[in-house]
Nanobody, 126 residues
């Protein structure tokens, strides 16, 4: 089982940028499809972005497309999320997740992912 630890969250003004990182250990990072989800208070956890195990495909929620970029470094077992032009509605706890194999039709569903990090808080002030 892979263990995941997120970092890079914080407080930023609207229009600013943050870069989140997720360090993986205890498993073969290259063999996992990876994703970012987020959850705001009182709301359900929602899909943000995903990337295939060999970086062959990326997927984004419509709300972040064009502003966020997901990437991975298999050599360093690290997943990243570059977030630009942040908006107050992006405020949430961001979670890193891993799936041994996620089919395209369900890659945006949290149930597809068996391994989760503890989350990192992102707060965007207006």
């Amino acid at each position: 089982q892979v263990q995941l630890v997120e970092s890079g969250g914080g407080l930023v003004q609207a229009g600013g940028s943050l870069r989140l990182s997720c360090a993986a250990s205890g498993g073969n990072f290259r063999s996992y499809d990876m994703a970012w989800f987020r959850q705001a208070p009182g709301k359900e956890r929602e899909f943000v972005a995903a990337i295939r195990k060999y970086g062959g495909g990326t997927y984004y929620a419509d709300s972040v497309k064009g502003r966020f970029t997901i990437s991975r470094d298999n050599a360093k077992s690290t997943l990243s999320l570059q977030m630009n032009n942040l908006k107050p509605e992006d405020s949430a706890v961001y979670y890193c997740a891993a799936a041994s194999s996620a089919i395209t039709s369900t890659i945006r569903r949290s149930q597809s992912y068996a391994n989760w990090g503890q989350g990192t808080q992102v707060t965007v002030s207006s």
